[in-house]
């Protein structure tokens, strides 16, 4: 899973999950675009990555936006000269409420920054992908994609909406040796849990056999491998990170 010479971008990677994918892809030989809204978060993950001597640089971005996303990745196409890897994680998991109680400002929010933020992204580098005849996109989906879980309804479809993309989009472009897959995990240790009801943690948790919330490290072990060389027979798929958690 040797990633020297090649240059990843990871959105959301200024903490949790994220931050876990950038470093474990620096570890394995990449230089890598942090982006993340939060500048200052940001440029601590890519000191870090300098710090294990490769190359690093960090870009205020909001996935949200076209603009903000397609300048962020021309900035990546100047300083490094192509693309081999994006890992979409930029996520939030939005206010865990019933439907009776969620506005439609809930909806717009998660939606917004979970699924339009993936479709531009991915937009953003599938050029430079089909031109240099290869590419690596992984999205970080999750278990409530597949099951659905309650007081989550924004998040969970905009998840449901990512595995859908993933699969569409890796058949699109199997002609130009690019590989599209996703992760799913189950319940993480990182800051998107503290605006979480502990209600809704519980329910998680409850129903991973492991018994344990999983760590950011042990999604981005994961990444590693559909972000390498090794996933060359491996397209469309959604990979489970979730500690046996498969009811469907």
Do not use: H
């Not at 890992?87 to 206010?95: C, F, L, P, T, W």
């Amino acid at each position: 899973m040797n990633l020297t010479g090649k240059i990843a971008i990871v959105t959301g990677a200024g903490q949790g999950i994220g931050k876990a994918i950038a470093l474990r892809l620096a570890d394995a030989g990449a230089d890598v675009a942090i982006m993340d809204l939060n500048l200052a978060s940001a440029e601590k993950v890519a000191d870090e990555i300098e710090n294990l001597g490769r190359k690093a640089i960090p870009i205020p971005t909001d996935v949200r936006y076209a603009d903000d996303v397609n300048a962020a990745v021309d900035k990546v196409r100047t300083e490094f000269g192509r693309v081999d890897i994006l890992v979409n994680n930029a996520g939030i998991a939005g206010r865990t409420l019933p439907l009776t109680e969620l506005e439609e400002s809930d909806w717009n929010s998660v939606i917004g920054v979970n699924l339009t933020g993936v479709f531009l992204c991915c937009k953003a580098v599938i050029d430079t992908m089909i031109a240099q005849d290869y590419g690596r996109i992984v999205n970080i989906a999750s278990i409530s994609g597949k099951e659905g879980n309650p007081t989550m309804i924004p998040y969970s479809v905009s998840k449901a909406g990512v595995i859908c993309l993933t699969k569409a989009l890796a058949k699109e472009v199997t002609d130009y040796n690019i590989r599209v897959n996703a992760v799913s995990p189950a319940v993480i240790e990182t800051p998107i849990m503290e605006g979480m009801a502990q209600s809704t943690i519980d329910y998680m948790v409850g129903k991973i056999p492991l018994g344990r919330i999983g760590k950011p490290e042990e999604v981005a072990a994961v990444v590693n491998f559909l972000a390498s060389d090794e996933v060359s027979f491996v397209t469309g798929q959604c990979y489970d990170v979730s500690g046996g958690r498969a009811t469907y």
